[in-house]
T-cell receptor
Framework: GESVGLHLPTLSVQEGDNSIINCAYS??????FIWYKQESGKGPQFIID?????DKRQGQRVTVLLNKTVKHLSLQIAATQPGDSAVYFC?????????FGAGTILRVKS | EAGVVQSPRYKIIEKKQPVAFWCNPI?????LYWYLQNLGQGPELLIR????????DSQLPKDRFSAERLKGVDSTLKIQPAELGDSAVYLC????????????FGPGTRLTVL
């Protein structure tokens, strides 16, 4: 598989623990935010999204928090599993333009 | 429902050669995107189509890159001639207004230019 993340931050967690991945975005006019998961050799996979009129949204085992004051987005993964190991990207969008942030590598230790 | 389909998955060519990538979006998705992803970075938009019209190609290096979506469904991205720096993963994505414009990505084509 490919070797990604030569310069990406890495989060290592124990299987079963909760993970928190953080992201700072740049455009205060962005109104829609998405978290993507990218496994080696695959395209980004949609995880969860949130609009700017919300500050929290929950999915299955995942929660996204949005703090517009400090332009910060976080992804919380509950009970992290080995299959969660991947690179995670946040993306912001204003209109139709999607801008990706720097990714974070999540490594789950069994 | 089938996802975004891309081919080929891998392509190795020598510099100065032409190369083309093909994308079939999710059925019913009127918007199609081509992205470039360098190693260790997030995808960067090259071009966006609304049906058959290229509505944002500001990031497409037009001296060597071209794209088309003639019938508003499949799309082809071409590089001619390829340069060493074009080695990257080329991703296609599609979206629909009825799905909140969420972009769904294909597996990408990994291009290596020697």
């Amino acid at each position: 598989g490919e070797s990604v993340g030569l310069h990406l931050p890495t989060l290592s967690v124990q299987e079963g623990d909760n993970s928190i991945i953080n992201c700072a975005y740049s455009n205060s006019a962005s109104d829609y935010f998405i978290w993507y998961k990218q496994e080696s050799g695959k395209g980004p996979q949609f995880i969860i999204d949130i609009r700017s009129n919300m500050d929290k949204r929950q999915g299955q085992r995942v929660t996204v928090l949005l703090n517009k004051t400090v332009k910060h987005l976080s992804l919380q993964i509950a009970a992290t599993q080995p299959g969660d190991s991947a690179v995670y990207f946040c993306a912001e969008t204003s209109g139709n333009k999607l801008v990706f942030g720097a990714g974070t590598i999540l490594r789950v230790k069994s | 429902e089938a996802g975004v389909v891309q081919s080929p998955r891998y392509k190795i060519i020598e510099k100065k050669q032409p190369v083309a990538f093909w994308c079939n979006p999710i059925s019913g998705h009127n918007t199609l995107y081509w992205y470039l992803q360098n190693l260790g970075q997030g995808p960067e938009l090259l071009i966006r189509y609304e049906n058959e019209e290229a509505v944002d190609d500001s990031q497409l290096p037009k001296d060597r890159f071209s794209a088309e979506r003639l019938k508003g469904v499949d799309s082809t991205l071409k590089i001619q001639p390829a340069e060493l720096g074009d080695s990257a993963v080329y991703l296609c994505a599609s979206s629909a207004r009825t799905s909140g414009n969420t972009q769904y990505f294909g597996p990408g084509t990994r291009l290596t230019v020697l």
